[in-house]
């Protein structure tokens, strides 16, 4: 069982920048890690991932704007916001995936206004 616990959220203007963090119970050493985002009305999507090796994968949405990081050290992986638009707004989940279990936070908000 590995619990995951997102901060970093918060309000900010378009243009602006957040970063979230997630801090998980145990190792992540072996573990595909992600971030994903739920707007209202909306199904949760991919916004990046970052796999045991380090490559990286993004939505279309964010590519060049977000970056994901994993410190398998201190058992953390970030997620760096950049040039924060409206319709990046939505609550964030940190998601720890192997071959056979996943896990999720519990979500950390982000608002970005016009």
């Known amino acids: 069982q590995v619990q995951l616990v997102e901060s970093g959220g918060g309000s900010v203007q378009a243009g602006g920048s957040l970063r979230l963090s997630c801090a998980a119970s145990?190792?992540?050493?072996?573990?595909?890690m992600g971030w994903y985002r739920q707007a209202p009305g909306k199904q949760r999507e991919l916004v990046a991932a970052?796999?045991?090796?380090?490559?990286?994968n993004y939505a279309d949405s964010v590519k060049g704007r977000f970056t994901i990081s994993r410190d398998n050290a201190k058992n953390t992986v970030s997620l760096q916001m950049n040039s924060l638009k409206p319709e990046d707004t939505a609550v964030y989940y940190c998601n720890a995936a192997t071959y056979q279990n996943s896990w999720w936070g519990k979500g950390t908000q982000v608002t970005v206004s016009s």
């Open positions: 145990g190792s992540i050493f072996s573990m595909f």
């Open positions: 970052v796999t045991t090796g380090g490559n990286t």
